[in-house]
């Protein structure tokens, strides 16, 4: 598949992925945080609002973050934290 030029195309395919259930939580902020072009200090002081500490773990599939942090990350792309389907085939 080729990779999109644009944010655009970046932000569909990101939604495309959530909605499918390919992406962890990890990944989905990493890729978030790179459509908008920003370090980790950067999105998460200016952009969602939380310490760069906290952004850093939840990147590498770390900590316990909130639902009132995860609702600060995904906010500026319309996400917000909820149930989501599992997958066929898990647990």
Known sequence: MKRP????ELKIELKRDIEEGR???????????????MNQKD??????G????I???IER??????IETLNKIGR?????????PKKRGEG
């Open 5 to 8: 030029e644009n944010t655009t």
């Open 23 to 37: 992406v962890t939580i990890a990944e989905a902020t990493r890729r978030m945080r790179k459509i908008v072009g």
């Open 43 to 48: 999105y998460a002081k200016k952009v969602a």
């Open 50 to 53: 939380v310490s760069p500490r």
């Open 55 to 57: 952004l850093m773990n």
């Open 61 to 66: 599939g770390q900590g316990n973050p909130t």
């Open 76 to 84: 500026p792309f319309g996400y917000e934290a909820g149930f989501v």
